[in-house]
């Protein structure tokens, strides 16, 4: 079965250190998502892709958090400088408009 | 927002019940969702419901759609222990099409 591969799995980094975390969407989707989840939030929508144009980022602190589709396989989300309440699970997914999305299992991300 | 509210937080069943989670959102939609997400790990898309629909099955999965109460069911029927997971329900803004909005999910466990 064709999956939504993120790296890293796991990252532990100190506050103010540049944090980047990858998504490999499904071929031939067109949409791309990032997700935040926390204890506190639930699930929060970053940043949505469709062709690999940026859609909507309003969820998403523009002052530190980027993110780009370099290429039709590569998604990426930046964080920096990174900040303790940054620490969270942090979800791609990719899907055709209008379909369900297929999920990554997530970067947990733990700023100390 | 138009962040969907699963009810209830959290239910615990015995193994061979059946398990009703409740989904209520604010604005109209174009479908409705609902995903599992196994601990650790992301989420998993289980059904999906157009407005224009009323109840949709899949296996042991029932779900109903109330567009005039803006809500949504649904029932697990012979539950397992393997059905232990959060539940979740996502819809898309009318206006906006492909971008899902996630509830705050249920805590399902059922106990063998």
């Known amino acids: 079965d064709a999956r939504v591969t993120q790296t890293p799995r796991h990252k532990v980094t100190e506050m103010g250190q540049e944090v980047t975390m990858r998504c490999q969407p499904i071929?031939?989707?067109?949409?791309v998502f990032w997700y935040r989840q926390t204890m506190m939030q639930g699930l929060e929508l970053l940043a949505y892709?469709?062709?690999?144009?940026?859609?909507?980022d309003s969820g998403m602190p523009k002052d530190r958090f980027s993110a780009e589709m370099p290429d039709a396989t590569l998604a990426t989300l930046k964080i920096q400088p990174s900040e303790p309440r940054d620490s969270a699970v942090y979800f791609c997914?990719?899907?055709?408009?209008?379909?369900?999305?297929?999920f990554g299992d997530g970067t947990r991300l733990s700023i100390l | 927002s138009q962040q969907g509210e699963e009810d209830p937080q959290a239910l615990s069943i015995q193994e061979g019940e059946n398990a009703t989670m409740n989904c209520s959102y604010k604005?109209?939609?174009?479908?409705l969702q609902w995903y599992r997400q196994n601990s650790g790990r992301g989420l998993v898309h289980l059904i999906l419901?157009?407005?224009?629909?009323r109840e949709k099955h899949s296996g042991r999965l029932r779900v109903t759609l109330d567009t005039s109460k803006k809500s949504s069911s649904l029932l697990i029927t012979a539950s397992r222990a393997a059905d232990t997971a959060s539940y979740f329900c996502?819809?898309?803004?009318?206006?906006?099409?492909?971008?899902?909005?996630f509830g705050t999910g249920t805590s399902l466990t059922v106990i063998p």
């Open positions: 996502a819809t898309d803004l009318m206006r906006t099409g492909n971008q899902f909005y």
């Open positions: 892709f469709r062709n690999r144009a940026p859609l909507d």
């Open positions: 419901i157009r407005s224009n629909e």
């Open positions: 997914a990719s899907g055709l408009v209008a379909q369900p999305q297929h």
């Open positions: 604005t109209s939609i174009n479908n």
């Open positions: 071929l031939g989707h067109n949409t």
